[in-house]
């Protein structure tokens, strides 16, 4: 219980800051909507994009970087720091089909355009070596799934503490997306499927609960397990862009292994613009050499581009996420929440 009293005051402490900085962009670009042509192009960027930002940042926009449910929450209102604060969005999908939805359902018109896919990079678990042998002798055929994942990750006998971000984080929101698609075998979903299905919600409650925390003292779960060791997480699920270059960069003797759970899912990156005078500036910015080369140099994998050190080319990215869609995923956020108290 302390540790999600301090995940709450820390999330709280997030938005008020996030809102905070953007009042001062807004004041620098001389404020007013998308369609003002003058002042420096606004980019947002989910947390896990913080790299892309910070390229950019020194020579083409101003730049702002924060959770991807923190950015939801204000591009679903027509409020200042909604649409018109912004140029564009730097974030794994389905997060803008999130905001739209949202918005269609307050009456609002849409305000996001999601452009082409700008990188992938799987969903891996991490993961100590002799727990990795705990799963594959729990594991069906002792091959590592999302399902079985959840599975041993909510049984405390079975001595795994699982991780993940939080579902506000767009990483953390595709490991539960993954973990939930596992579970029924399939992405095709509606709402019923998880509302209905006692079984289900038994077991979603169980492997949210055995989450020691959603915000480790050292930024994610991937570094409170290099910092601290098996003490902190045994399994945690993250993106093969963060966890590979860790895991290759650490110091210590004893590491984590980088696994990829079946099916194979990726967090794909996109980038929503606001309708308006800017919009193609931002997408050139974004898409420029300085921003595909700081996204593929920071792990995640683009078309053309150099894959960053620690990245290999294999396994093959599937044709599709093989997450839920849009809908599902915004609930099950909601819903990964209500069981974690």
Same mark, same amino acid.
């Given at each position: 219980m302390a540790a999600r009293l301090l995940a709450l005051i820390a999330a709280v402490a997030m938005v008020v800051g996030s809102l905070a900085v953007r009042s001062g962009l807004d004041q620098s670009s001389g404020g007013g909507g998308s369609g003002n042509g003058g002042g420096e192009l606004r980019l947002v960027c989910a947390t896990e994009l913080a790299a892309v930002c910070d390229a950019l940042g020194k020579t083409k926009a101003k730049v702002l970087v924060e959770p991807a449910g923190v950015t939801a929450a204000r591009l *679903? !209102? $027509? #409020? @200042? !720091?909604?649409? &018109? #604060?912004?140029d564009g969005w730097l974030v794994p999908s389905p997060w803008p089909e999130i905001v739209q939805s949202a918005r269609k359902r307050s009456g609002l018109e849409p305000q996001l355009k999601a452009g082409a896919t700008l990188g992938r990079s799987p969903l891996v678990l991490a993961v100590w070596p002799d727990r990795l042998g705990v799963l594959r002798q729990r594991c069906a055929g002792?091959?590592?799934t999302w399902r079985c994942f959840g599975d041993v990750g909510g049984q405390p006998a079975a001595q795994v503490k699982p991780g993940h971000a939080d579902v506000d984080e767009a990483v953390g929101l595709a490991t539960?997306?993954?973990a939930t698609a596992g579970f029924f075998g399939r992405t095709d979903l509606i709402r019923a499927d998880l509302e209905d299905n006692d079984e289900y919600r038994s077991w979603l409650t169980r492997l949210e609960r055995a989450v020691p925390t959603f915000r480790p003292t050292s930024g994610t779960a991937v570094r409170?397990?290099?910092l601290k060791g098996p003490a902190a997480f $045994?399994? %945690?699920g993250t993106t093969e862009a963060e966890a590979a270059p860790l895991v290759a960069m650490a110091a210590r003797p004893d590491k984590p292994v980088v696994i990829y759970p079946s099916p194979v899912t990726t967090v794909d990156v996109v980038l929503a613009t %606001?309708?308006? #005078?800017?919009?193609? +500036? /931002?997408?050139?910015a974004v898409g420029s050499d300085t921003g595909l080369d700081a996204l593929a140099g920071s792990g995640w994998r683009v078309p053309q581009r150099r894959p960053a050190k620690? /990245?290999? *080319?294999?396994? $093959? =990215?599937?044709?599709?996420? +093989? =997450? @839920?869609? &849009?809908?599902i995923l915004d609930f099950l956020r909601t819903l990964s929440k209500e069981v974690a108290r």
């Open positions: *679903s !209102t $027509d #409020s @200042p !720091t909604g649409p &018109a #604060s912004l002792g091959q590592v539960v997306g993954a409170d397990m290099l $045994d399994a %945690v %606001v309708p308006g #005078s800017r919009a193609k +500036g /931002i997408s050139a620690a /990245i290999p *080319s294999q396994p $093959d =990215l599937p044709a599709a996420s +093989g =997450l @839920p869609d &849009a809908g």
